[in-house]
């Protein structure tokens, strides 16, 4: 019996990267690692970018120790950052890192010259600060100076075959994509006064980008005929592509440095209500629209544990579950938490000012964050459901934070619904499956996601207790109980 067909998934996240090989057959879903890196951003002359040159180097040994039998190399990253090239192809500079101060104050100058309105009914994206169209306002001068722009999933395919395109889920997050229609959008980019001519053509999940460059090829000892497959290159929406859901009626959580919440739609939702509750519509898998909201996610425990010199998680969760909770929440969407820095003491003054106890103990940072994550959830869900229509039975939560059996158990019990845990890499998973279906592998979406719920290990965690002491801490954040 030959062996199961396999694939490369470049999957890089905003905090880690991770070379996987994964193999497909029917009945068939497994996946080993290559290699795993850190992703460490660099503060230079007060900017802060990504090390994206160090990014690409390991990239290339774990496609260097991948095996000789690939079919075919994928690329998902974290979305909105990009590199600009000259006409020769040449780096301009570090891609700079999204959570870089080079965009305070951009978003509400862009709302006022161009109109919210406008800006949503063409993208359908939430005003998140750190969006590419503002990095693009920020950065005129630079790229003023650019030949093509291309996002970093782009970027890489590019070093590993000279072919210079967007795939389109990563693009819907620019800003800059028209939502309806799939393109570029003409009267955003006229609006701002951004040049339309860096930008460059579209393709679908499934498309082959190209082959390998003959220096990649005798790099990495792989043949020069490999090709590079587009995935849905947005690593949310490669997660979401493995959601192991066996009816229309679920929601998701994709949870890691973020928390990427919503549920999966035929069509965008562009009402004034959806733009007041700040939701955003991103391109998925087939042509769907992920429907969601960003809350902050891990990243304020991976910022604590910076702080405290990077102790066990484990062992804190295990003590923050004896912790009584909700007894200090913070707000998870407040912009205070978002830029590097002593996330631990941010979280306490936040407290104090609000009027909850102050959390003293590490365990009790714990806590708080892993309460306020829980509300968020809900909240966010609870809006996804009413502004879009979409009924809710289950909710699946993937990625990182699906091994936070803690985080999982209070997001059930928040949300009153089932919480499906796993699988954890549902982004390598979905970034294989899109290049396994894209050469013949398997099926549609469908097959996809059953096979993921086949073969993947799941926790289904059920809501314990009654609502309302979590209407009542919702109520004390301001939330909708």
């Excluded at 592509?241 to 069509?267: D, K």
């Excluded at 544990?305 to 200090?328: C, I, N, Y």
């Excluded at 954890?424 to 013949?440: D, F, I, P, S, Y």
Aim: with cysteine; glycine share 10%.
């Amino acid at each position: 019996m030959s062996r199961p067909a396999a694939f490369a998934a470049v999957d890089l996240g905003a905090s880690s990267g991770r070379v996987m090989t994964g193999r497909v057959a029917p009945g068939v879903l497994t996946l080993a690692e290559e290699r795993r890196f850190p992703n460490r951003p660099v503060r230079a002359n007060g900017t802060l970018h990504w090390d994206v040159l160090g990014l690409y180097g390991n990239v290339l040994d774990g496609l260097r120790s991948a095996p000789r039998d690939l079919v075919s190399v994928g690329i998902d990253s974290w979305a909105v950052d990009y590199g600009l090239l000259d006409r020769d192809g040449a780096l301009l500079g570090n891609p700079v890192h999204y959570r870089d101060a080079r965009t305070e104050g951009v978003r509400e100058r862009v709302g006022a010259e161009a109109g919210d309105d406008l800006l949503y009914q063409a993208s359908g994206l939430q005003f998140l600060p750190f969006n590419t169209v503002y990095q693009l306002v920020a950065d005129r001068a630079a790229l003023s100076r650019a030949h093509t722009l291309l996002l970093i999933p782009d970027l890489l395919a590019y070093w590993l075959t000279g072919e210079v395109g967007a795939e389109r889920t990563n693009a819907s997050t620019t800003g800059l994509l028209d939502v309806r229609a799939g393109t570029w959008s003409r009267p955003v980019l006229d609006r701002l006064g951004l040049p339309a001519g860096p930008l460059p053509a579209l393709r679908d999940p499934g498309e082959v980008i190209g082959t390998l460059r003959p220096d990649v090829a005798a790099e990495t000892g792989l043949p020069g005929d490999l090709p590079v497959t587009a995935v849905a290159s947005h690593d949310t929406a490669s997660a979401v592509a493995a959601v192991p859901a066996t009816g229309p009626r679920f929601a998701y959580i994709s949870c890691g440095t973020w928390s990427l919440v919503g549920v999966e739609l035929p069509a965008p939702v562009l009402t004034e209500a959806s733009r007041e509750a700040d939701f955003t519509n991103e391109g998925g898998i087939d042509g769907t629209v992920r429907y969601l909201r960003n809350v902050m996610g891990l990243w304020l425990l991976q910022e604590s544990l910076r702080a405290w010199g990077s102790p066990d998680l484990p062992a804190l969760v295990a003590e923050a579950e004896h912790v009584p909770g909700l007894r200090s929440l913070i707000d998870a969407g407040d912009p205070e938490f978002l830029p590097p820095g002593d996330m631990p003491a941010r979280i306490a003054a936040h407290c104090r000012r609000r009027g909850d106890p102050e959390p003293r103990t590490r365990a009790e940072i714990v806590r708080c964050v892993l309460d306020s994550l829980a509300l968020a959830h809900r909240a966010t869900l609870r809006q996804a459901a009413r502004l879009s229509g979409q009924e809710i039975d289950v909710v699946h939560l993937v990625g990182g934070g699906s091994r936070n059996e803690l985080l999982c158990r209070l997001t059930a019990d928040a949300c009153g619904l089932p919480v499906v845990a796993g699988p954890v890499e549902a982004t390598a998973l979905g970034n294989v499956l899109v290049q396994a279906r894209a050469h013949g592998v398997v099926g549609d979406l469908a097959e996809m996601r059953d096979l993921v719920a086949r073969t993947q290990p799941l926790r289904t965690h059920t809501p314990r207790g009654d609502d309302r002491a979590w209407a009542d801490a919702a109520e004390r954040l301001g939330l909708p109980r």
